[in-house]
Every structure is written in structure tokens, then in C-alpha cells.
């Protein structure tokens, strides 16, 4: 079954104590990207990887790292997690390199920091 | 379920009822441009997209409208179900600049189909 994967689907941590929330998908895209999302905000977007060792900052970056080593798995690291980074994340991935197709998202991973 | 947003923007229809919701991007040079649906506890999940050579496009019992000259997407529903009801999102893509490849969500429509 074609599908993006994320995990934890439910963590709470204390602030600083690092963590990574894992993201596969298993269809070949090139494209992968990271989203929370928060009441009132939408949708923002992270990270964003067009291929392999190719990321970007999307709109909200900040406190967040990400890696693509290898087509299948886009991890999203907080390196000193903050109670502003409680939220609800996504991740996707879409075939096109540009994201300039549909794409699939994962079920979410909802996040808490204390 | 989920709390996607407090504010937003409501659609009350009942079930039969034709839907549409609105959607006002801010790039100028966004060339594509997607629809998507969350239901309550779940991801979004594309419906319909159109890119910048189109002014309509079509799926089943969805049509999504682009106007580029006033920045704005519409997307119809048509026959609308009680299974329609969920937040809807625009999201918009560019092909080149600053923006490439980053994608931008709007902050949503709740859609809500009374039986």
C-alpha cells in the first residue's frame, strides 16, 4: 500500500530534551516536506527536499533541522524543543521534484512540549 | 477530533446542495495550485489541482476555478454529501524565484453538510 508513514504519532518531552520525529514513504518520490500545523494558522511548511541530500526552508524553519540521505526517509529533528513548538506536524512527499503534483500525507505526529 | 482552526472561514450547506469555497493566494508567481481535504484526526488529502495554463478543471463531482488576473481559486462541490464535510484547504506552488518549490497553504473553509 502506497502511503507516507510517520512516527511517534503522539509524544510529549521537556523542553531541550532532543527528539526526531521519523517520516518514510514508500512510492519513490523525490519530494518530501514537513508541516505543522496550529488552530488559526493552517498549514505551514518546514522543511522541504526536492531530492537526496537537497533541502530548503519552507516558512517556519526555525528550531528545526531536517536530513534526506536517503530518498525514502525525511526525519524532523528539534535539536532544544520549546513549549512553542507543541503542535500538530505532517509530513508528505509527492513524485514531482518541485512538488508540482499531488501529494500524501502522513497521519500526523501531534506533538507536546512541556 | 482534531481543532484545526478556531477562526475560520464556515460553509453550511445541506446535503444536495451545490458547494463553493473560496481561496485568495498572494503570489503572483505561483504556477500551481492544489486542493486538499482534512477530516477530523486525519491528514490532508488531495482532491483537485489546476496549474496556470488552465482557468477550470474538472473531477468527479469537484470543478476548481482559477482566476490569475485577481489571485483567486474556487472549488466546487457539486451534489454535496454528508462525507464532504471537513476543512478544505488551497495551497499554491511556484516555479521559480525565491519560492521554488515551497509550498503555501491558506488557512482553511470548514465545510459542514447537514442530512
Known amino acids: 500500500e502506497a502511503q507516507v508513514t510517520q512516527n511517534p504519532r503522539y509524544l510529549i518531552t521537556v523542553t531541550g530534551k532532543k527528539l526526531t520525529v521519523t517520516c518514510s514513504q514508500n512510492m519513490n518520490h523525490e519530494y518530501m516536506s514537513w508541516y505543522r500545523q496550529d488552530p488559526g494558522l493552517g498549514l505551514r511548511q518546514i522543511y522541504y527536499s526536492m531530492n537526496v541530500e537537497v533541502t530548503d526552508k519552507g516558512d517556519v524553519p526555525e528550531g528545526y533541522k531536517v536530513s534526506r540521505k536517503e530518498k525514502r526517509n525525511f526525519p524532523l529533528i528539534l535539536e532544544s524543543p520549546s513549549p512553542n513548538q507543541t503542535s500538530l506536524y505532517f509530513c508528505?512527499?509527492?513524485?514531482?521534484?518541485?512538488?508540482?503534483?499531488?501529494?500524501?500525507f502522513g497521519q500526523g505526529t501531534r506533538l507536546t512540549v512541556v | 477530533g482534531e481543532s484545526v482552526g478556531l477562526h475560520l472561514p464556515t460553509l453550511s450547506v445541506q446535503e444536495g446542495d451545490n458547494s463553493i469555497i473560496n481561496c485568495a493566494y498572494s503570489n503572483s508567481a505561483s504556477d500551481y495550485f492544489i486542493w486538499y481535504k482534512q477530516e477530523s484526526g486525519k491528514g490532508p488529502q488531495f482532491i483537485i489541482d489546476i496549474r496556470s495554463n488552465m482557468d477550470k478543471r474538472q473531477g468527479q463531482r469537484v470543478t476548481v476555478l482559477l482566476n490569475k488576473t485577481v489571485k483567486h481559486l474556487s472549488l466546487q462541490i457539486a451534489a454535496t454529501q454528508p462525507g464532504d464535510s471537513a476543512v478544505y484547504f488551497c495551497a499554491e506552488n511556484a516555479a521559480g524565484g525565491t519560492s521554488y518549490g515551497k509550498l503555501t497553504f491558506g488557512q482553511g473553509t470548514i465545510l459542514t453538510v447537514h442530512p
Open positions: 508528505a512527499s509527492s513524485l514531482s521534484e518541485t512538488g508540482h503534483t499531488e501529494a500524501f
